[in-house]
């Protein structure tokens, strides 16, 4: 198969990753709706996106050890099929338990199917611009915002949130389904070269003995403490604009603008990280992201929204798809997608604490104050962490 095909791996990527993380995040456009239209609590709605990461967490792990073994192809097959399910029935459902369920379990495992096994599979299929690619591919991730979200508020002013809910369902197997038969996995190299790319893939670490690693005790501890900053600010982000008298719509927009923010931060700090190296980017980013969740408190107004908005989205952004080229780089292609999955598992409980802290701080508090405090320490944190990592030359990495 020719090697110009790696770029419809990426395209299909970025589909999936768009249209699962969208229908997922979209929970953010659904809260207010939902709670005013069936007096279930902020904190009750938001512990689905809870359950979602929790899920997500442990399905990426799952699903990485699957690509692993069979490939790419059987893991995002299921997991279209399985998002559509469980959105159209969370749209049926009439109580906040059975919603968390299906909405927090359901789509969690669906959703986890398509990050870590397609950020793999890009991987394998690129020996140069290797940061760009998998950017772009998360960078169906920073679509989702200007595209799912705008499509979901639509819905729900012209009908109602569960007729958005299922149509999105519906949508989501009329676009997962046929990315889904594009994906294949790279060509096997030439006999002759066979043995030489086997071994600058693959660092002669076992996955217990990687999983055991200072390289992912620190990637994995950085990703977590990352995800655990900006999960919270994300979710609650048009809650929160409301609150401070922006109009439904144009609240929505400014996680549209981090969207879109964040699809330009993939590029950059994508090709930034291919020259100069993706640890010093990363330490960066993160240190601007800290930065800008605590100056979300000094602001009330639409433009000063979408100026922090631009840089926002853009940082954590651009930082998100970095871990998986640092994974790549530490464990080789061999193990790639079991050891992303672990540390995408840990990252996603990292994502689960936002959603839930910002519903318990303003049901307490009537305010998010204390949610965008705590979220900028906790991405101080972060990058204290990531001024840890260890060096990159696959030399230094033998087994344990």
């Known amino acids: 198969m020719s090697l110009s095909y790696r770029w419809v791996i990426v395209a299909a990527g970025a589909v999936m990753t768009c249209v699962a993380l969208g229908a997922m995040f979209s929970l953010a456009i659904f809260l207010e709706p939902m709670a005013l239209d069936t007096d279930w609590s902020r904190a009750g709605i ?5 359950l979602n990461f929790l899920v997500m967490g442990l399905g990426g792990f799952a699903w990485g050890a699957i690509y692993d073994r069979y490939g790419a192809r059987i893991v995002v097959m299921t997991g279209a099929l399985l998002l559509g399910l469980a959105l159209v029935l969370a749209s049926r459902t009439g109580s906040l338990l059975v919603f968390q369920i299906t909405y927090g379990v359901l789509v969690g495992l669906a959703a986890s199917a398509f990050f870590a096994p397609m950020i793999a599979l890009t991987a ?34 012209a009908y109602d949130w569960r007729t958005a809910m299922f149509v999105i369902g519906v949508a989501a197997w009329a676009l997962l389904v046929p990315a889904a038969l594009l994906v294949r996995q790279p060509p096997k190299p030439a006999a002759d070269g066979a043995a030489a790319d086997a071994a600058a893939n693959d660092t002669g670490m076992s996955v217990p003995q990687a999983l055991r690693s200072p390289q992912f005790i620190v990637l994995a501890l950085t ?34 603008i981090e969207g879109l923010a964040g699809l330009g931060g993939r590029l950059l700090y994508g090709a930034l990280a291919d020259r100069l190296g993706v640890k010093p980017v990363l330490i960066t980013g993160l240190a601007i992201q800290s930065v800008v969740i605590a100056a979300y408190l000094a602001v009330s107004e639409l433009g000063q929204f979408y100026a922090l908005a631009i840089i926002f ?18 464990f080789g292609q061999r193990i790639l997608g079991t050891v992303f999955g672990a540390v995408t598992m840990l990252s996603s409980i990292g994502m689960a604490f936002g959603p839930l802290a910002g519903g318990m701080v303003f049901d307490t508090y009537a305010s998010y104050s204390w949610l965008f405090i705590g979220s900028a320490l906790v991405g101080l944190g972060a990058v204290a962490v990531a001024i840890a990592f260890p060096r990159l030359p696959r030399g230094e990495l033998q087994p344990a």
């Open 46 to 50: 938001s512990s689905a996106m809870t």
């Open 124 to 157: 394998a299929w690129f020996d140069t611009n290797r940061s760009l690619a998998v950017s772009l591919v998360s960078a169906g991730m920073g679509v989702a915002p200007m595209t799912i979200s705008p499509f979901a508020q639509w819905l729900i002013t």
């Open 313 to 330: 989205g853009a940082t954590y952004g651009g930082v998100m798809p970095l871990y998986a080229v640092l994974a790549r780089e530490y």
């Open 223 to 256: 990703f977590f403490a990352c995800c655990a900053a900006h999960s919270g600010p994300i979710f609650h982000m048009v809650s929160y604009a409301m609150l401070c008298g922006i109009a439904p719509m144009a609240a929505v927009s400014i996680y549209s």
